[in-house]
């Protein structure tokens, strides 16, 4: 079980501050990066299939990643959540749960268009199940790298808003070293004009942002 964005399993919506906002991938808006030296970005996670009962293959999770960039060019992580995936055959249903925390601390400097972070691990916490049947027992839960080097850069996400579909202004984080993360799925996008949520189908195509 993975939750890489070649799954594609996951959404985000996010906020700076304590303003909620969304994930989304989307064209770079270009430009030099201002943000201010110390600001929190967030982003709460959702993903759930829709195909219904009749599915062979069920997906359902959450999760919430954290950014404070902090004075003297300071920075934590914190990304944490749950992903569950049920497979039915002939033999019954086989459910995984992942259950993860992790935390970075580290270093963030800007660099033209974009605000690179050179991470670390502080925390690490993980827990996964195999369930079949009544018998449920213990998987290998993998780990991220002891160290984490993420570029984030601006960028714009198409939402439907109640009057039509807005474009917002949004940070996009995407690591520099590491593709197969077992936490919350690349990229972390944060929305930055506006708050946003964003809703994953069965396949990475079918995302919705919803702009609130």
Request: include cysteine; glycine fraction near 12%.
């Amino acid at each position: 079980m993975k939750t890489n964005p070649g799954v594609g399993f996951w959404c985000v919506f996010v906020s700076i501050g304590l303003l909620p906002v969304c994930l989304a991938a989307g064209p770079g808006a270009g430009g030099p990066l201002s943000l201010p030296d110390n600001v929190g970005l967030r982003a709460t996670v959702s993903w759930q299939g829709e195909c219904g009962a009749d599915c062979a293959v069920q997906v359902s999770g959450e999760s919430a990643v954290k950014i404070m960039f902090q004075k003297k060019n300071l920075v934590r992580v914190l990304d944490g959540g749950s992903l569950t995936r049920r497979e039915s055959g002939p033999d019954g249903t086989v459910t995984e749960k992942r259950v993860y925390s992790f935390t970075f601390k580290g270093g963030w400097f800007n660099a033209g268009g974009a605000r690179e972070l050179s991470l670390t691990e502080e925390q690490h916490s993980c827990q996964q199940t195999l369930t079949r049947g009544e018998e449920v027992e213990k998987a290998e839960c993998p780990r991220p790298g002891k160290r984490l080097s993420l570029r984030c850069t601006r960028t714009t996400v198409t939402a439907q808003a109640a009057s039509g579909p807005v474009e917002v202004e949004a940070l996009s984080c995407a690591p520099l070293n590491q593709d197969d993360y077992p936490g919350t799925a690349w990229p972390w996008v944060f929305g930055l004009s506006r708050p946003l949520s964003t809703e994953r189908g069965e396949t990475p195509a079918d995302v919705r942002h919803l702009a609130r």
